[in-house]
T-cell receptor, first 111, second 115 residues
């Protein structure tokens, strides 16, 4: 069945460094969503990408959707301690129209 | 507007017991999906209900079941609890069916501990 792989599983950075997490799907996606879960919290929607090659920015966050619509990335420029949390991608596709979550990348930021 | 409400927030059960968790979606949302979250395993999809019908089901044993009522509120039930069922159970609501491009709104979760 459809799988969404997300790497890395953990990332430790110094405040001010950049951070990137990657998602790869075994099948072509109709869209991909990104969520952030703060420690002790629940996932919160960040963004949705739909078009092939789409790039969206939210302040220091840049989201990309691959040309083949099978991979995506989230890049954070100059991380801050408020960026701490787990970032999940969720890809939509497949015959059942399901939304498959990656296992997430847990980001820690050292001040 | 009110967010997604899950009850209870915390509960402790013993092996062999059963548990029922409740989820009240955002008003107007017809899709409710359930997830099990354990350390290192991410969000594992349990099932989705849309307009009282189970639309999708994840790879969990039959001990895990759910339903949705006409007011879109949903319940999930786990019977014959096992130690491995200890987890945070999250529900999410959406205006449209999962995968159709709608944003998921998650509740705070119900943290289940099985002793």
């Amino acid at each position: 069945g459809q799988q969404v792989m997300q790497i890395p599983q953990y990332q430790h950075v110094q405040e001010g460094e950049d951070f990137t997490t990657y998602c790869n799907s075994s099948t072509t996606l109709s869209n991909i969503q990104w969520y952030k879960q703060r420690p002790g919290g629940h996932p919160v929607f960040l963004i949705q990408l739909v078009k092939s090659g789409e790039v969206k920015k939210q302040k220091r966050l840049t989201f990309q959707f691959g040309e083949a619509k099978k991979n995506s990335s989230l890049h954070i420029t100059a991380t801050q301690t408020t960026d701490v949390g787990t970032y999940f991608c969720a890809g939509a596709g497949g015959s059942q129209g399901n939304l498959i979550f990656g296992k997430g990348t847990k980001l820690s930021v050292k001040p | 507007k009110a967010g997604v409400t899950q009850t209870p927030r915390y509960l402790i059960k013993t092996r062999g017991q059963q548990v029922t968790l409740s989820c009240s979606p955002i008003s107007g949302h017809r899709s409710v999906s359930w997830y099990q979250q354990t350390p290192g395993q991410g969000l594992q999809f349990l099932f989705e209900y849309f307009s009282e019908t189970q639309r999708n089901k994840g790879n969990f044993p039959g001990r895990f079941s759910g339903r949705q009522f006409s007011n879109s509120r949903s319940e999930m039930n786990v019977s014959t609890l096992e130690l491995g069922d200890s987890a945070l159970y999250l529900c999410a609501s959406s205006l449209v069916a999962m995968g159709q491009g709608g944003e998921l709104f998650f509740g705070e979760g119900s943290r289940l501990t099985v002793l």
